[in-house]
């Protein structure tokens, strides 16, 4: 094994050969160099007792753990029921241009209670549904009464295993994180500043 001292000579040896122009013109040199230069890192580490280990961790995907809320048509069940008492405005502006709407509905638990379902809801028709697709709204009932949690978001909803104030992050598409204020869910990917 060589030590620093040795590597460090053998170094200066090569450089004593060569002017630095001469060094940076030749790739062989340059090529010299970049062998030489972590040997003599190396040897100066053994001569030092300094190791140094690097250790690689796979990074965690923002959607691990995501558990995808499944939007399907349940027609005549309790949740369609209420799908389309919370969208009522939508469906019947939707009817006056001879529309009729899928309405998708589907459940996840947010927190930790145990009557603590939200209600996703997503109506899907071509005049509803534009380029990016159709929009899913987010209801929690709270008191026999059904609030807003998250209005007109675009694409799919997974359900995080983190939490904001006890409740469920969720994730929109692949990586549009939005969490629980207390009041709402709020999205986390910072707009861009308004035009003056």
């Not at 939508?90 to 379902?117: F, I, T, W, Y």
Request: hydrophobic share 40%.
């Amino acid at each position: 094994m060589r030590t620093f001292t040795d590597a460090r000579l053998q170094f200066r040896v090569m450089i004593g050969l060569m002017s630095i122009q001469q060094i940076l013109s030749r790739r062989v040199a340059v090529l010299a160099l970049s062998v030489m230069l972590p040997a003599a890192l190396s040897c100066a580490d053994a001569a030092t007792g300094k190791n140094h280990h690097h250790t690689r961790h796979a990074a965690q995907p923002a959607n691990a753990g995501a558990a995808p809320v499944i939007l399907t048509a349940h027609p005549g069940t309790k949740l369609d029921e209420d799908a389309r008492k919370l969208n009522e405005d939508d469906l019947q502006d939707a009817a006056k241009h001879h529309d009729q709407p899928v309405v998708l509905v589907g459940s996840a638990s947010l927190s930790s209670g145990k009557n603590d379902e939200a209600l996703f809801v997503q109506l899907q028709s071509a005049r509803l549904c534009g380029s990016a697709g159709c929009t899913t709204s987010v209801y929690l009932k709270h008191n026999d009464t059904w609030n807003t949690v998250l209005d007109s978001v675009n694409g799919d909803i997974s359900v995080l295993p983190t939490r904001h104030k006890g409740m469920h992050d969720l994730l929109v598409s692949p990586n549009d994180r939005w969490i629980w204020n207390g009041k709402e869910y709020q999205d986390t990917l910072s707009a861009p500043p308004m035009p003056k």
